[in-house]
């Protein structure tokens, strides 16, 4: 069983940065692949990004490649999403997950595991 908490939202202007964090509770961890999706008002949750479960390997939504980056700490159970040059479409829910298995996905069903959200405004 993995918990997730978020924290790390909030209101920026276009253009700045923020980081999100996610730590999980629970000894598995390090055996699931994780990854950050969004919900915007009146739209359908979609994926921005996930990580293997080594590190390794990542994969993000065309909508935020070169802006934002997904890492996670394996020793600290944190997984991250650090989101540089934040647009004002980018507002919405961010949500961490955890993954069944342990490669990336995209898929929101290979989820079994997620947090309860945390906010993120751009203003333009």
């Known amino acids: 069983q993995v918990q997730l908490v978020e924290s790390g939202g909030g209101l920026v202007q276009a253009g700045g940065s923020l980081r999100l964090s996610c730590a999980a509770s629970?000894?598995?961890?390090?055996?699931?692949?994780m990854g950050w999706f969004r919900q915007a008002p009146g739209k359908e949750r979609e994926f921005v990004a996930a990580i293997n479960w080594s590190g390794v390997s990542t994969n993000r939504a065309d909508s935020v490649k070169g802006r934002f980056t997904i890492s996670r700490d394996n020793a600290k159970n944190t997984v991250y999403l650090q989101m540089n040059s934040l647009k004002p479409e980018d507002t919405a829910v961010y949500y961490c997950?955890?993954?069944?298995?342990?490669?990336?996905?995209?898929?929101?069903?290979?989820?079994?595991?997620w947090g309860q959200g945390t906010q993120v405004t751009v203003s333009s």
């Open positions: 997950a955890g993954a069944r298995g342990m490669v990336v996905t995209t898929t929101q069903s290979s989820y079994g595991y």
């Open positions: 629970g000894r598995t961890f390090s055996r699931h692949a």
